[in-house]
């Protein structure tokens, strides 16, 4: 969590490598400070070395000026003069060493503190120890460990032989990251004059270089060493010096200054220019209604919010925790380092690439992983293109070739093929994705449904019961009710063990004869499309997962061939579902049946960069073969298969197995197992929360599978009610912090969440890698939202 004061102007110093000077610039821009603020402070947040060395005793010893000096403090102090990780290590048995979250947390409430003091202007310095990817106490790296905070930052440049490169390093470290850098500083070697060639590559990059007078050597006698380093500092903090700093002191204050107003107009700008999507601008009423997200880290932005006077105070960035996983496509969090790194290097290597007739190896690994993965068994193909509407219109385009090269129609016919799928289906905004969908919201007026979708039977927990739901026109009233209703989650998703059910056979007598009327009529099809388990857009449907089976063995059965498809291609849109968002890289195999094409994306690349896959059957492949090229699948784009979105995938992936095998991913399926005896199906979200909130009056019913959690409520119903977003929107204000916990957000502060509804569907999704504490704040933000409505109403 980023902390902004318009009172507090706070930067922290990183050096390009160890013993640059970090601490004699700290001491000279405090010092300098001086003469400009009410109040400076310097913060150190770990000292490793004898006490009388300490960077903090340094900075007060020379930043005494009369009756006026720097206030200074060091968080942990660590004996060893060595790296804080191995300080930290030889400590006695008793030294019980901070978390990451812990210390940044220490950081956070430090400036905070800092903060309360109203009406007085205060400059801040935080600086770190060693060079920038020097490992922190914990053992993980500064540039790391300090991310979350975002402060914006200065680097001390390295002036001494080979600091030139050990400076843009450094730099190229920083910028990787995120981080905003303000200025660089460093030493007037006369010698080296790095400072030359460093001013001029930095003015390339609009950051501004300031270079300072060398220090003199450490003099023997002390007396004498004070002496001339109090002179030193009296030199380069005068304003009448060549090499006085107080210039650096002021482009800082400019640089902040600069940050407050970008970000106070960025609502008017973007009212004034941008169109959002799924947004009536009309409702829009003020620039208080645009959400400005200064950055993102974790499962967490940092909104920036205008205060009153009353408030000043407070930090101008609010913490809000990211409850729709941008757009289901967050599977690692903002800001990962490795996905970062993962760009980097290919957009170094690549930029993008000529695809047809080509490889590079991005592109290949990935293919190769997505086959041994959600493919194994069956597919033996990967297409890519842009998104996952993309995907679709290749899934389509390969579905339909494939029935018109088998049932030998004409391609004037071939337009004519439907598609058979499910109400609530969305496969994406393109015209070929919502032709794929019945009539609805979101259709365009050029949109033309092609095709029939039944009205499937839905899954629900309501009273701790897990139940389903059956819609107009299948009849099952000659079932006994307990038909409907199971212990639990896992029982209800154990498809094979339900096929020899009476509901079994009501859906199969009732999908044949729909399907036989349908061809009665003359209507044909060329795809049985359906969004496993769970229809996202169209309201967080649940669909009872022995429908789709049956749909799809009921489709196949139709066709007796031995090799390839049958009946109809199967078309799995997995964007929403697939690659453990619901808890399972695949739903083919908890189905029971595997696809004939299926369609990736969202949480392919982590949510850092567009792409999708297709990924289909060898028989689906061998339909495009012929000595034609018009006979090939002629559908591309400009950036298929760019090699930054494929790198990144590709290690996403590799993290995403790791992950499944972490102590929370097996602590969240021992939790849910306790119930059933079986993980297959399980959540990230607490079993005992989710039956608590399908207790509550104003719930309708609540689903939760993976990272996922929803939540129906009751009253006016349909995509167009805003229930959901009513009676949520407490949610979205900060809490007071609660004294006897630190909240689980970076930096340890109160957060809001930043969440979207579909109508009376309130839905939450989570990261992969999520914490536990932060889901466990989550639901008690949820519970006592709802709770808070109960009592209202009572």
Not at 20 to 40: H, P
Not at 381 to 404: H, P
Not at 737 to 749: A, E, F, K
Request: a negative charge; charged letters at 20%; aromatic letters at 8%.
């Amino acid at each position: 969590m980023s902390l902004l004061f318009k009172h507090l102007r706070i930067h922290q110093i990183f050096g390009a490598n160890t013993d640059v000077g970090k601490t004699i610039i700290s001491t000279a821009l405090a010092r300098a400070s001086l003469a400009k603020a009410d109040r400076v402070i310097y913060l150190k947040p770990v000292s490793s070395g004898p006490s009388e060395d300490a960077d903090d005793g340094h900075v007060v010893k020379y930043t005494n000026l009369g009756n006026r000096r720097v206030q200074a403090e060091c968080l942990y102090r660590l004996r060893d003069p060595v790296s804080p990780h191995l300080a930290a290590i030889r400590e006695d048995a008793t030294y019980n060493a901070p978390t990451d979250d812990t210390f940044i947390n220490a950081i956070s409430m430090s400036i905070q503190r800092q903060a309360q003091e109203v009406g007085k202007q205060t400059y801040m310095y935080v600086e770190t120890a060693g060079g920038v990817h020097s490992p922190g106490i914990s053992g993980t790296t500064q540039l790391d460990l300090y991310r979350r905070l975002f402060l914006p930052a200065i680097l001390v440049g390295d002036s001494r032989l080979g600091g030139i490169s050990a400076t843009i390093s450094a730099y190229e470290s920083l910028l990787l990251r995120g981080y905003d850098i303000d200025a660089v500083i460093l030493f007037k070697d006369s010698y080296y004059r790095n400072y030359e060639y460093l001013e001029s590559y930095f003015k390339t990059r609009s950051i501004r270089t300031f270079a300072v007078d060398t220090p003199p050597e450490k003099h023997p006698d002390p007396t004498l060493n004070t002496s001339l380093t109090e002179e030193y500092y009296e030199r380069i903090a005068s304003q009448s010096s060549e090499s006085d700093i107080t210039p650096a002191v002021t482009h800082l204050d400019t640089c902040h200054q600069s940050r407050l107003a970008t970000l106070d107009s960025l609502p008017r700008r973007t009212l004034d220019a941008i169109w959002w999507p799924f947004v009536q601008h009309k409702h829009v009423k003020s620039e208080s209604d645009v959400s400005v997200i200064d950055s993102a880290f974790s499962d967490f932005f940092s909104v920036f919010r205008r205060r009153t006077p009353a408030k000043t105070t407070m930090s101008l960035l609010q913490s809000d925790f990211d409850g729709s996983a941008s757009w289901w496509t967050q599977a690692l969090g903002h800001g990962h380092p490795s996905l970062t790194l993962a760009a980097a290097r290919a957009s170094g290597r690549y930029g993008h690439v000529m695809f047809p007739e080509a490889t590079h190896l991005p592109a290949l690994e990935l293919a190769e992983k997505l086959l041994q993965g959600p493919g194994r068994g069956w597919a033996s193909r990967v297409f890519y293109s842009d998104d996952g509407s993309t995907g679709m219109e290749v899934a389509l385009k390969m579905a339909l070739r494939s029935v018109s090269a088998r049932t030998g129609i004409s391609r004037e016919d071939s337009k004519r093929l439907g598609v058979l799928g499910l109400k609530g289906s969305y496969h994406g905004d393109t015209i070929g994705a919502m032709d794929a969908c019945e009539e609805g919201v979101y259709t365009c007026d050029w949109h033309n449904a092609k095709g029939y979708w039944f009205d499937p039977p839905t899954v629900g927990i309501k009273d701790e019961r897990v139940s389903i739901t059956l819609p107009n026109g299948i009849d099952g009233t000659v079932l006994d009710p307990s038909s409907f209703r199971f212990e639990s989650s896992a029982a209800i998703y154990d498809v094979e063990q339900r096929m020899g059910t009476e509901l079994a056979q009501i859906y199969s007598k009732h999908i044949t004869h729909t399907l036989q009327k349908l061809k009665a009529q003359g209507v044909t099809f060329g795809a049985l499309v359906l969004e496993p388990l769970v229809m996202g857009a169209g309201g967080m449907i649940f669909v009872d997962p022995l429908f789709q089976r049956i749909m799809i063995d009921t489709i196949r059965s139709e066709d007796t061939s031995s090799s390839g498809w049958r009946g109809l291609p199967i078309i799995f849109d997995e964007v929403f579902v697939g690659l453990y968002r619901i808890g399972m890289e695949s739903t083919g195999p908890l189905l029971g049946v595997l696809p004939d094409i299926s369609v990736h994306a969202k949480i392919l690349t982590g949510g850092n960069m567009p792409l999708a896959a297709t990924l289909a059957s060898d028989s689906i492949f061998q339909t495009f073969l012929g000595d034609s090229k018009a006979d090939a699948l002629l559908h591309g784009h400009s950036y298929t298969a760019h090699p930054i979105g494929c790198a990144v995938a590709s290690e996403t992936l590799k993290i995403i197995q790791e992950l499944s095998t972490s102590e929370s991913w097996i602590t969240a399926k021992e939790n849910w197992s306790q119930a059933s005896g079986s993980s297959r199906i399980w959540s990230l979200w607490d079993r005992n929360f989710v039956m608590e909130l399908s207790r509550m009056d104003v719930v309708k019913e609540v689903m939760s599978m993976g990272t996922v959690l929803v939540v129906k409520l009751k009253g006016e119903e349909g995509y167009v009610s805003t229930s959901a977003q009513a009676l949520l929107s407490s949610l979205k204000v900060p809490e007071p912090q609660d004294s006897s916990r630190i909240s689980p957000s970076p930096g340890g502060v109160p957060f809001g969440v930043h969440f979207r509804t579909l109508g009376d569907v309130a839905y939450f999704m989570t990261s992969l890698n999520t914490s536990p504490d932060v889901i466990r704040s989550l639901e008690d933000r949820i519970w006592r939202a709802l709770q808070k409505h109960a009592v209202q109403d009572e």
